[in-house]
């Protein structure tokens, strides 16, 4: 399973350990994630078309960044979660961190949905 992210200015895409790596790599860099919102209609219709049901959990939301239910971060959130990882270079690189550098502009872009 894997993560695409999707935000105005593209896409990035994660499988499940490189998700979770960058979401616990921000958060010992003092991110506090603030909890995705809920999947608009627009955003259903986009990925769906124009015959999408309502999202069936829009209504009991629990905030996860963990599922492919076209979630979304919030442009505050994401560039939160860019500042932590940002600070995480000055300690730590994986490799020669390109791979973190290109997520860290991707977060700086703007919102993005997780599908």
């Keep these: 399973m894997g ?5 105005e200015k593209g896409c990035y895409c994660l499988n499940w350990s490189g998700w979770r790596k960058v979401f616990e790599l921000a958060i010992e860099n003092g991110w506090k994630p603030a909890g995705t919102k809920p999947p608009d209609e627009k955003v259903i219709k986009q990925f769906y078309g124009d015959n999408a049901p309502p999202h069936p959990m829009a209504d009991n939301w629990n905030g996860s960044y963990f599922s492919n239910d076209l979630q979304l971060v919030t442009a505050e959130d994401a560039a939160n979660m860019a ?3 940002d ?3 000055e300690f730590k690189i994986t490799g020669d961190g390109e791979w973190l550098r290109k997520f860290i502009r991707f977060a700086r872009s703007g919102d993005f949905t997780i599908g």
């Design 3 to 7: 993560f695409d992210l999707y935000g």
């Design 87 to 89: 600070r995480s270079l």
């Design 83 to 85: 500042d932590a990882l």
